[in-house]
Every structure is written in C-alpha cells, then in structure tokens.
DNA sequence: CACAGATCGTTTCAAGTGAAACAAATAGCG
DNA sequence: CGCTATTTGTTTCACTTGAAACGATCTGTG
C-alpha cells in the first residue's frame, strides 16, 4: 500500500521545498533577490564571466528563467552584460562592483544557514548522506536515458518518430517491440 | 566558498524536482493526472472520507492548489464531493467507481518507480538514508519555529504585530531590541 | 561564397501558483 | 440568545513558470 508518508518522491518534495523557502528568507526581504537570481549569482562567484548558456548548464535552469534573471540583475546594477566581442552572440556577465559586495554578503548566509541545518547530522552521517545522493542522482540519470528510450518508442509526444517506428516495425523490423512493451 | 553542486539545499531542489518529473511521467500521460491531483488521490488512497482541510494537512500544499486538484476530480468522476451533515463547512471527498479504479492503477505504477529507483542502493543504505532525512526534516522544523520567533520580532510582514513591538520598545520594554539585532 | 541549419538569448503565451479577499457556516464569549 | 471571531473551501489577482516561437548570429557544407 501506498504510504505518502515514507514514499521517497513526495519526501523529497517537501524537504526540498521547505529548505529552499527557508534559505530564501536569508536574502529574500533583505536584498530584494529571487531564488533563480540568487543561483545565478552564486554561479557567478565562483566563475566570471560566463554566457547565459553557461549559466544555463551548471544552475539547471532554463534559459527563460535564466534570462529573466540576469535581465533583473542587470537592471538593478549588480551584473555588466557585454557582448562577446568574437561571438555576437555571446553574451559575457560579470559582477558589478556592487554584484560582487551583494555576493559577499549573501554567500556567508547562505553557507551559514547550510551549516546549521547540517549541525543535526555529524560529519560522518554528512558525509554518508551526500553519498547516497550521489548514488540516487546517478540512478536517476540512468532511468531517464532509459525512458527516453522508451519514450521515443511509445511517442506519445513525438508522431514523426513514431510513424517511422511504427513503419519499421510493419516492415517487419520486429526486433524493437520486445523492449516497447 | 560557496559550490554550488554541493551546496545541499540546491542539491535536494535539483534532485527532488527531477524525481517529481520523471514519476509524472508514469501517469499524467497515461491518465491526464496532474501531479497535485495525484496527491489527492494517493491520499485519499488509503483514508476516506476527508475534508479538503485534512488532505492540505496531509499533502502540504496549500489550500488553493487542494481546491483545483479536487474540483478537476470531481468533474472528471473520479470523486464524490458531498456536504458533511454535522458540519456544512466540510466536505466528504470519496472516490467514485472509477475514482478507486483509477488510483487502483496508479499506485502500482508508482510504488514500482519507486522500487527501482531505489535499487540504487542497498536495504541498509536505504534504511540509513530515510533515517537521514528525518533527522534534517526535524531539524528544519526546529529552525522553523527558531525564525519563526525572530520574523515576529523584526516583522518584514506583519505590520500589526511589529506596531505592537515598537510601541512596547518606545515605552522602555526594550528587553526584546537585543534580539531583534 | 551562399545558404541551410545550428546556437544563443529574448519574448510570447497559456497554464500553474500562492497570498489574500471572500462567502458561508460554525463556535465561542459576554 | 446575539454578535464577534474563527474555520472551511472557493475565487481573484498578480506573479512565475516553461514550452515554443522568434530574431540575430554563427557554422558547416557543397
């Protein structure tokens, strides 16, 4: 039976939620800055500058979300938007000298807070604990490519890819279906 | 310095939005269930009748989204949503037929996503992992209630009750200022 | 070199979200 | 009792979200 209560998907959802809604009251009211803009910010301590696709491969965000960020941050004088001079495209963000003293300030909190949610754990347990997410991140890589395996043969989304399978299989290219069903 | 890949609120956020994504897929295109929707149903799964105040206790989500997933169920048949007759205030939300039928379905689909998402690790490593994850939620409910006592004291939000503060500060009941600081 | 396709970032649009206002019903207090 | 406060669930409203369309730029191929 379905217990919702130790049914891992619907835990992780509540803890994830609620850490991120308690992190976000350490800069939230204080600085004015979002929680997408606060990731972009946090990327952009530790590497400068970066594109906003860049910044769209190590926050995963989308490139909207990304976008509507660095739009705010610009706006309000903490980020310089350049275009890369050997890709027009490019975009190349870097801290204003204002960005980079809201970063000092933000980052101790953020890692200040970290700390005191994991004081409940000792380093050991610390230490087991991301363990295991790494174990649980890498399961998860491996049950999407599966799906997407999958997916790409069931083609709910995708007719294109779908007429031809199915195409393939009428001709008798049979060996597919073992594994769509 | 703050890394953001290990950075743990960030990792649970990442980890736990992806799982959400990749269980929905096991039913929203098979039974048009959005993802709060089938919270109401996993509830309802193993406690009816309830009242939309019991499954927002129950699920965490707050009580508009309880409302919608539960108007779109019993549009679509899948509940019966009958007035209380001790209290007209609350509802009595009971599968249909086809209500029961449907959860029926999903909950194997979803338990069994769980199953092998969780054959990345070990019995004893799961075991230790969900023993994890109650000593952070405990820990997060302390931390909770720890802001909960400054927000009422620097009070960003609640004007009335921060009136009440500065007023009893003016008249020399400073004892609270040093915690406010 | 031309042009078809890929890449980058922005914008649009429809759907989802949650805080707050709300109506209806009940509880509690004088 | 009568009236105020509280509880319950719905609705409104402003905002956020992400998929898709888009314009601009670059790349690769013939």
Redesign the pocket.
């Known amino acids: 039976m379905l217990e919702l209560d130790s049914f891992l998907p619907y835990r992780l959802n509540v803890l994830a939620k609620r850490v991120s809604r308690q992190l976000a009251r350490q800069y939230q009211d204080r600085f004015g800055i979002?929680?997408?803009e606060w990731r972009v910010i946090a990327i952009l301590g530790r590497e400068q500058p970066l594109?906003?696709?860049d910044i769209?491969e190590r926050s995963q965000?989308?490139?909207?979300?990304?976008?509507?960020a660095?739009?705010g941050l610009v706006e309000r004088g903490y980020l310089s938007?350049q275009v890369h001079p050997d890709?027009?495209?490019?975009?190349r963000l870097a801290f204003t000298a204002e960005g980079r003293a809201l970063y000092d300030r933000i980052a101790p909190l953020a890692l200040d807070w970290e700390r005191r949610f994991l004081a409940a754990l000792t380093p050991t347990e610390r230490a087991a604990f991301t363990g295991l997410l790494d174990r649980l991140e890498a399961r998860l890589a491996a049950m999407a490519s599966e799906d997407e395996t999958a997916y790409l043969l069931s083609g709910e989304a995708n007719a294109e890819r779908l007429r031809k399978a199915a195409a393939d299989m009428d001709a008798g290219k049979g060996i597919l279906r073992d594994i769509k069903d």
Chains 1, 2 share one sequence.
Not at 61 to 68: I, P, Y
Not at 87 to 91: E, F, I, K, P
């Open positions: 979002s929680i997408p594109s906003s696709n769209v965000m989308d490139k909207a979300k990304v976008s509507r660095v739009a938007r890709d027009q495209r490019l975009l």
